[in-house]
């Protein structure tokens, strides 16, 4: 989300803007380049073409197999099939076409240079630092340096024990040669960098890009340092991996705070006490936030530095394997919140001024640069950026067994202006004018084609605010190809009530239109919460409900004031409708399925660097005194019920009821009848609600229950029989009980 890193940028001093001669000779390097590249389109100009041995040395892989994109079934359409779902693309059919084109010209030049997609996205196999039978292998993507070499404690640090040689793509590799003895030079555990002679001749030092571990000591420095990661007992999966489910319960979680204590939590630790709560919860993924390394904590994950290591804050890489191993062995998919859609802005330890000038990795000057997260952009359109991105995705599947990704950012990717001071109307000119990167919304498509060409059932899932359409259907069809986009406006919507309006004017109408209104055929997860609104300077939803009372009256040996008999009661109501309607997946951010209290804050100098709000406290839901049991009780029937009856990927939603005077929204998915009575004061006997099937009808769940903390009005004994009589444009009608600030799920026997 665009707003959530506004305050979470790191800003260090930075490097002065490339020299002229820099520049120079960056324009030399790619005019050498040009030369040999001329089989490829305009967008892949002064890009390497390598991935083979063979490729590296320079020249093609004459051996790699084959594929023109004309004979690959899914994609051999011209990117016009998505009008037949949505008729206002109509009119933008060249643009599509122009897309796909686009699109496809990539997949051409990957297949031809590089033996296709499939083996351009194992690029991590090929870069960095790998142990062969002679020695450490080191190659790196540097084309502005003039000279690199590979330093570290193994030669003490001397720039001329190892130097690199570099190809006609810019790309440097040395081996590092095994012993006398035939042991690995390099020690697991030492400290390695790369170093460079920039185009202006300046001795540069990096991490590698491709660094599979670095750790920071803030006790010596914020820097981080590369660490060779070479165990001699590398963890061994013992499970397989899980195939997502199709109703996608998602428990949304950040491994560093999953503990009461004010501390930094471990991946040890999340995979002892949190997994098996997540599984007792009724959930079925878990998505991880803040994996990939980022040098200052409280930007929560969002200013990568180093894009191929998990943060050592938790421990170490076989950490999180056994973590995600073990989420297997349980039948939860494990998802990563990936982060493409900018870098970190470090020099030191990330990628900006990688090589010494201000591009290789991004766009060149302001273009490069997001002014609000004070962050570096990718440069979509090159194609190393391109095998380092998708190599990314792969790596972090097959090297870890995550089953899916999570896209931050997707709508900053998609348009040039960023999102930034930009209201989307929904006015489909803006989705396909000049404001649109095609160049990232073709990474995209590459992403996802990739990932589901090689993975098959794996999730992605795009965090958009703007709308775009098609971004959720296939690549084959001329979408993006995402499987589900977030609901952003939905948990706005609900901020927005409990701020700005009394419950009594709260609009149903308004209500069902935000939980309905998506785009046809484009599934999305939906959520009332996430970690955006547990931010600093926002509050989680059962603090917004109750506030300071939160403090002073959630045990019961207090009394049920009436802000938390008020709160507890909308607490469940606002997360059940929003489940039962608002999408085709659903998410919560742990901790707010029991109502955490307060907000998220992590350590920084504005809180004297303080761990009291990077925490979450489940000892409050432990705490048998304590009434947020009653929410997490909620929080489990609820996952339960949707285990039971799947009304996730159910197609036979229908908005039965919107009564503004009565405050009752009703409505069928499932097989359910839904019925949620939001009037603050009034109850209604015997209130007649139209029904699609005739019969009997039961309590499946109801926010009443005694053991919600609910006040027991609604008899889950009592059967209701319908009425052959057409009432809310439905053949059949029930009568039913409902209390004030209560709602009934009805199974239909």
Known sequence: MVGKKKSSSRIREQQAKPSVAETQA????????????????????GMAAEQSNANINGGVNGDAQKTSPEEDPEISGDGTEVINSDGYLEQHREYFKQRYAHFKRWVKVIDENEGGIDKFSQGYKEFGLH????????????????????????????????????????????????????????????????????????????????????????????????????????????HKKQEPDTDLRIYEAHVGISSPEARVATYKEFTRDMLPMIKDLGYNAVQLMAVMEHAYYASFGYQV????????????????????????????????????????????????????????????????????????????????????????????????GFDGFRFDGVTSMMYKHHGIAYGFSGDYNEYFTGNTDEDAVVYLMLANYMSHKVYGRLVTVAEDVSGMPALCRPVSEGGVGFDYRLTMSIPDMWIKLLKEKRDEDWDMSHIAHQLTNRRYQERAITYSE??????????????????????????????????????????????????????????????????????????????????????????????????????????????????????????????????????????????????????PTQSYADYRVGVAWPGKYTVALATDDTRFLGQGRIDGNVAHFSTPMEWNARPNYIQVYLPARTAVVLRHD
């Open 26 to 45: 960056q324009a030399q390097i790619q005019a050498q380049t040009q030369n040999v590249t001329d089989a490829r389109p305009p967008e892949a100009d």
């Open 131 to 238: 142990v062969t039978a002679e020695g450490v292998r080191y190659r790196e993507w540097a084309p502005g340096a003039r000279e690199a070499s590979l330093v570290g404690d193994f030669n003490g640090w001397d720039v001329n024990a190892n130097p690199m040689e570099r190809n006609e793509y810019g790309v440097w590799e040395t081996v590092v040669a095994n012993t006398a003895s035939g042991e690995v030079a390099i020690a697991h555990g030492s400290r390695i960098k790369v170093t460079f002679v920039s185009g202006n001749g300046e001795r540069i030092y990096r991490l590698p890009a491709w660094s599979t571990y670095v750790v920071q000591d803030l006790s010596k420095s914020p820097i981080y340092e590369a660490v060779f990661y070479n165990p001699p007992n590398k963890y061994q999966f013992k």
């Open 305 to 400: 530095t180093s894009f191929f290591a998990p943060s050592s804050r938790y421990g170490e890489p076989d950490d999180l394997r056994e973590l995600v191993d073990t989420a297997h062995s349980l039948g939860l998919s494990v998802f990563l919140d990936v982060v493409h859609s900018h870098a970190c802005n470090n020099v030191e330890d990330g990628l900006n001024q990688f090589d010494g000038t201000d591009h290789c990795y991004f766009h060149e000057g302001g273009l490069g640069r997001h002014e609000l997260w004070n962050s570096r952009l990718f440069n979509y359109g090159q194609h190393e950026v391109l095998r380092f991105l998708l190599s990314n995705l792969r790596y972090w599947m097959d090297e870890f």
């Open 530 to 679: 996430s970690h955006d609104q547990a931010l600093v300077g926002d509050k989680t939803l059962a603090f917004w409900l109750m506030d300071k009372e939160m403090y002073s009256n959630m045990s019961d040996l207090t009394p049920l004031t009436p802000a938390i008999e008020r709160g507890m009661a909308l607490h469940k109501m606002i997360r059940l409708v929003t489940c039962g309607l608002g999408g085709e997946g659903y998410l919560t951010f742990e901790g707010n399925e029991f109502g955490h209290p307060e907000w998220l804050d992590f350590p920084r100098a504005g809180n004297g660097s303080s761990f009291h709000y990077a925490r979450r406290q489940f000892n409050l839901v432990r705490d048998g005194m304590l009434r947020y049991k009653y929410l997490y009780a909620f929080d489990k029937a609820m996952m339960e019920l949707e285990a039971e009856h799947r009304w996730l990927s159910a197609h036979d939603q229908w908005v039965t009821l919107k009564h503004e005077g009565d405050k009752v929204l009703a409505f069928e998915r499932g097989g359910l009848v839904w019925i949620f009575n939001f009037h």
